[in-house]
């Protein structure tokens, strides 16, 4: 009720007549024109001007012209838009406009670059959603993760023979009787280099692990002395296999592949002079300075057959004919790395060649 | 693991107070003095007051002797090393060399119970034992030491020469008469005013260096060499029993005057059973341990280090020992751990029956303790504890 | 709510056009909103459907021609490889990867009605809800009559193969949860109603001489370990494979913990034997190891039964940067390498017992632990610790 009351009084105030009046249109700044006129006094009782509140600007609002439209008092006016001539002139994407049978792929895109959805003409798809069902992965247009990730565009199968072909004039064939025979390559190449190039998506051709060169060498086509082949594997250290025989330099510490074999080749040719020479200390070599334990004239060997002769005496069954065949354990023994398994064989052989049986 | 295990421990004996009639198959050897056969795969008990004069409680490893303790009665497994420790001391002779054996094994497979086996063997045969509880003691657990006097740049050490000699006392009271008979072979000065004379029971030199220990490392080695001598004379059979053996080759803990420390060549007491060690006599047995603690740490869980031998002694001391028979300690055999299984069932030692108490969540109601006369507790137990012996005794103890 | 609107023909309403309805306004018919609406979407659908399809032809073919493949041989396996090729990417989801599929197989579906020419739905099913789900219930229905028909009529007779009157063989498989259903049916339903197509289908293979149904039953079946593979976080449980020389059944698998990588093999009938890296299982000295190395074993109750090997390596030192360097020793302190180690037996026993998955995968044993040494902070002296603070 107070609501009502309300409005009601609303509807009759100086504001709600001006809106009306608004809207009817016609007789829009009336007030105005009976101002000029003088019609209404300009002048309080004071001689002061009359000041006019202000309510609306001096021109019609928007709702006004809309609803003069829409009841078919103002006609509607429709404004071209001011690019239209320009995007009319711009051209499809590429993709659309390519023909597989006409373009050649490494024609389009012959480099590395990133992946241009406007150019590549398959319909990719790259995100997750979280409801395949209801929603498939994101196109190509305007997807990051597509950008994002490395491409191999510009080395497709094509376009790497094409590579390869061009460049086929600098190369020279590999030995032919090298393949026939592989056994061939130990024997006329002892020396193989062995390093890793390193290609990536972007523009740098440069990878720190490019420079590393390792050098694989058999040591036995060096064809050093006895001597001199023992000081080497002395020098070697840990870069010498024992089981193949083959010296392994891998070099990483300058700053480019060249660098790095050259490096390699330097320290060959230094340890191939370095076993060569022949100190004077090296004639103070014991016995106990060998690479590798004798079993031939030990002190063992000695001990073994004294006691041999002395367990004959006391009864025991010595199995002397064994010795050999205990020497040759002893030695690898003595010369490998110790297993359970050895030193259980050992035992064995320990047992045996004493006459003491396990279970008497 | 730790904590809890605490806690489960004390419940499962809280559970296992119900007494069970077990009738299992305990097999005990038979006791007697003569040499039988050693049946490997029994239990063997053996008399507390043997025990005690081979002074057992200090030479086993301490926590199987704590145990033994609680359980209040000696009992081991006979296995396959000790049957043939034993084979290799009945061929002891005057005629050979003194026949030298490395027990080597893994970590907790009973190089240490083998050993002292072997010593109770000697004890019914009535040898002679020198026994040494851990070569360690005579290379880093060095108390005090004094110069010698006897060799210049030899390290005596009084404390550890007299409690050998109280032991060597304490073990061969069974063959104390017999040593009273021997006589010694030349007078020994001990120093200005103490002395033992020729042809005098070699038990007096035992007796000097005990009551005078700044002479008892050099009464060490005369009573060694008189052993060796009568023992080629046979007069005697001996068995130098020494764990943790690898350690004379070792490194020490004890500094001369130039604050280096000492190689333990240097260390009278390492040089006097080195002799012993060495086959230049006859009519003997040397039994001694390779152990991994000389060069191992027993904090360290992950490392795995070699066990063997030649690792141990190293060169100089593995071409000193050579000539050897080295026996292997092993991981128990299933058979072996049902055996100790149903002995400790039998002993109520493993009492609880079956996870059926409501108060505890089944996880750990799964766990052996809650399980352990049950099929599935026994596998659990012989699994967890890789058939180690050592383990397998830790783990039904629950610690 | 009901509008004027116009149909002629509604058989085929997806392809009417919309000038082909402003034509037959002689036939005034009434529609709902509803269904102008899915009129409208439909041809939409159909619009677009087509656009894409030209579209991955064309793609197809300029891919063919990339590879220097012929467009023949470009079927979807093909696609899927020179798309790896093309665009290596190294994402460990397989969903976030880019894909290149039929637009028929990777846009979502639109669920078509099929109408009379009185705009009524066709098929009366059309008001149960759900059609679909009670065709296959009758299909079942049917298929359970003509079963024990053919079992009565030939029963003791010799005229048929004795293994058809035997029951449908389904061992080692289980029928395919809800959810495949609704996926295979294109049709959502209630829990109630799967309930009812199990219990449909259980009787049906129940019945003797259901085996003449066997490659109908078996649409509807999955392989046992299928369902809780797809579940695991980390690697599926591996496939058991016989080995050649012992003639026994062995799986393999690769998986890691912190920084050491494992690659584990579980041969069945063996004797609890351990080798890992040359190790047996006494050489891990602390109780803890054991008991993480057993876990799987005591869990599935096999102990004893299965002999594990392992190989293992420390994932930082397979890095090339410097060869020389001294390679790291593994991280991850004592229980890294059991627990690696643990992973990859027990994804092998649940592939090699699988009555005991369900017991492994309650326990967390068949859960990769991603967990990895967090990097030590510049500045600081390690991953969170911070230097002690002085007053100046």
């Given at each position: 009720m107070h609501r009502l009351s309300h409005i009601s009084t609303r509807s009759r105030s100086t504001l709600a007549d001006k809106l009306r009046s608004a809207v009817g249109g016609s007789d829009y700044g009336k007030s105005k024109q009976a101002l000029a006129a003088g019609s209404i006094a300009a002048k309080d009782e004071n001689g002061e001007d009359f000041r006019e509140l202000y309510v609306m600007p001096k021109r019609k609002l928007r709702g006004q012209i809309q609803l003069e439209q829409n009841t078919g008092r103002a006609e509607i006016k429709t404004r071209s838009r001011f690019d239209l001539m320009d995007r009319l002139a711009e051209r499809p994407p590429r993709s659309e406009e390519m023909d597989p049978e006409k373009h050649k792929w490494s024609d389009v895109w012959p480099a590395a670059r990133t992946f241009a959805a406007s150019v590549v003409p398959l319909p990719v798809r790259m995100g997750s959603r979280p409801n395949v069902e209801k929603r498939a992965p994101f196109k190509k247009e305007g997807n990051l993760e597509l950008v994002k990730i490395p491409n191999f565009l510009h080395l497709t199968p094509v376009a790497i023979k094409q590579h390869c072909d061009a460049i086929k004039k600098f190369c020279t064939p590999f030995p032919p009787e090298l393949i026939a025979t592989p056994s061939l390559a130990a024997t006329c190449l002892p020396i193989s280099v062995q390093y890793s190039t390193y290609i990536h998506q972007g523009t740098n051709i440069r990878d720190i692990r490019s420079r590393v060169v390792t050098m694989i060498v058999d040591v036995e086509s060096l064809k050093l002395t006895e001597n001199a082949q023992e000081k080497f594997i002395r020098l070697a250290g840990k870069r010498y296999n024992k089981e193949s025989k083959k010296l392994t330099i891998i070099t990483d510490r300058c700053h480019t592949r060249k660098q790095n074999l050259d490096y390699a080749h330097y320290l060959l040719t230094v340890l191939y002079h370095e076993a060569n020479k022949v100190e004077q200390w090296a004639e103070l070599k014991e016995r106990s300075d060998n690479l590798q334990v004798e079993f031939e004239g030990s002190e063992t060997k000695t001990k073994l057959v004294d006691l041999i002769e002395k367990a004959k005496t006391a009864g025991l069954k010595p199995d002397e004919s064994s010795i050999t065949e205990f020497g040759e354990m002893w030695k690898s023994y003595r010369n490998s790395e110790e297993t359970v398994d050895k030193t259980r064989e050992y035992g064995r052989q320990m047992k045996k060649l004493l006459g003491i049986s396990g279970n008497n | 693991m730790k904590p809890f295990g605490r806690l489960a421990y004390t419940t499962a004996r809280r559970i296992g107070t119900c007494k069970r009639n077990v009738t299992t198959s305990r097999h005990f050897s038979v006791e007697s003095n003569?040499?039988?056969?050693?049946?490997?795969g029994t239990l063997y008990e053996m008399d507390l007051t043997v025990a005690k004069q081979l002074n057992m409680k200090t030479h086993l490893p301490s926590q199987l002797a704590k145990q033994m303790d609680t359980l209040g009665e000696i009992v081991t497994l006979v296995r396959e090393p000790t049957a043939e420790v034993a084979s290799c001391m009945r061929?002891?002779?005057?005629?050979?060399p003194n026949l030298r054996l490395v027990l080597w094994g893994a970590f907790g497979t009973g190089k240490t119970v083998t050993l002292n086996q072997a010593v109770h063997h000697a004890y019914k045969n009535n040898w002679a034992i020198v026994n040494l509880r851990s070569a360690m003691e005579l290379t880093r657990r060095v108390k005090e030491i004094e110069m010698s006097s006897f060799v210049a740049g030899r390290i005596n050490d009084p404390s550890n020469a007299v409690a050998i000699l109280q032991n060597f006392k304490q073990q061969n009271q069974h063959v104390w008469k017999t040593l009273t008979d021997l006589l010694t072979e030349k007078d020994y000065e001990w120093s200005k005013s103490e002395r033992t004379l020729k042809e005098k029971p070699i038990t007096e030199i035992v007796e000097m260096g005990i009551s005078a220990p700044f002479l008892a490392s050099d009464c060490v080695g005369a009573i060694f060499r008189e052993l060796r001598r009568h023992a080629k004379n046979d007069k005697l059979k001996v068995l130098v029993a020494i764990d943790d053996a690898n350690s004379l080759w070792g490194k020490t803990l004890v500094k001369r005057a130039d604050r280096t420390y000492a190689p333990p060549s240097d260390l009278t007491l390492v040089v006097h059973f080195r002799r012993m060690i060495a086959n230049d006599w006859t009519n003997g047995c040397v039994l001694m341990v390779a152990d991994k603690k000389e060069v191992a740490d027993a904090r360290d869980e992950l490392e795995v280090s070699r066990h063997t031998p030649l690792e141990l002694f190293g060169e100089e001391g593995f071409e000193f020992i050579e000539p050897f028979v080295p026996i292997e300690t092993s991981n128990y055999t299933e058979s072996e751990a049902d055996t100790i299984y149903n002995y400790y069932v039998s002993k109520n030692w493993l009492a609880s029956k079956s996870g059926k108490h409501s108060f505890l969540p089944q996880y750990i109601l799964n766990l052996p303790i809650f399980l352990a006369r049950s099929e599935e507790g026994r596998k659990q137990l012989m699994y967890l504890s890789a058939f180690n012996p050592y383990y397998y005794e830790r783990l039904c103890a629950f610690n | 709510m009901l509008r004027i609107a116009f149909s002629r023909t509604c058989r085929s309403m997806s392809i009417a056009s919309p000038s082909s309805v402003s034509e037959s306004d002689t036939s005034v018919r009434k529609i709902g909103k509803a269904l102008e609406t899915y009129l409208k979407n439909s041809q939409q659908h159909v619009a677009m459907m087509e656009k894409h399809r030209t579209e991955f032809e064309t793609g197809r073919r300029h891919l063919a021609k990339m590879m220097s493949l012929d467009i023949h041989e470009l079927d979807q396996e093909a696609i899927d490889r020179a798309i790896q090729y093309l665009f290596p990417s190294g994402l460990t989801d397989p969903n976030a990867r880019p894909v290149m599929r039929p637009p028929d197989e990777i846009l979502p579906k639109f669920q078509r009605f099929t109408f009379d020419e009185e705009g009524k739905p066709e098929g009366?099913?059309?008001?149960?809800?759900?059609p679909k789900i009670y065709g296959l219930m009758s299909e079942i229905g049917v298929k359970t009559q003509s079963v024990m028909k053919f079992y009565d009529e030939h029963v003791g007779s010799r005229s048929v193969n004795r293994n058809d009157l035997e029951p449908a063989n389904l061992s080692g498989s289980q029928w395919i949860t809800a959810d495949k259903i609704k996926k295979k049916l294109s049709e959502k339903f209630s829990n109630e109603l799967y309930g009812q197509v199990i219990i449909a289908f259980e009787h049906l293979a129940s019945l003797p001489g259901s085996a003449i149904e066997q490659k109908f039953l078996s649409e509807f079946r999955e392989p046992m370990t299928a369902s809780t593979g797809s579940k695991l976080f980390g690697p599926a449980i591996p496939e058991v494979q016989i080995c050649a020389e012992s003639n026994k059944r062995y799986a393999e698998v690769t998986t890691h913990c912190k920084d050491t990588r494992a690659t584990v093999r579980v041969t069945d009938a063996g004797k609890g034997k351990y080798n890992i890296d040359g190790l047996q299982l006494h050489d891990f000295r602390h109780l803890q190891a054991r008991e993480i190395l057993l876990a799987p074993m005591i869990i599935s109750q096999t102990l004893g039964r299965f002999d594990v090997a392992a190989t293992t390596s420390c994932i930082s030192n397979s890095l090339p940067e410097a060869p020389n360097r001294e390679p790291l020793r593994r991280s991850g302190g004592m229980s890294a390498l059991p627990r690696a180690v643990r992973h990859g037996a027990a994804l092998c026993i649940a592939a090699l017992h699988p009555e005991s998955t369900e017991s492994l995968r309650l326990s967390g044993?068949?859960?990769?632990?991603?967990r990895k040494n967090e990097r030590s902070k510049v500045n600081q002296p390690g991953a969170r610790a911070k230097w002690i603070w002085k007053r100046r």
């Open positions: - | 003569v040499q039988t056969n050693i049946e490997s061929v002891v002779d005057k005629h050979l | 009366t099913r059309f008001f149960t809800l759900n044993l068949l859960t990769l632990d991603p």
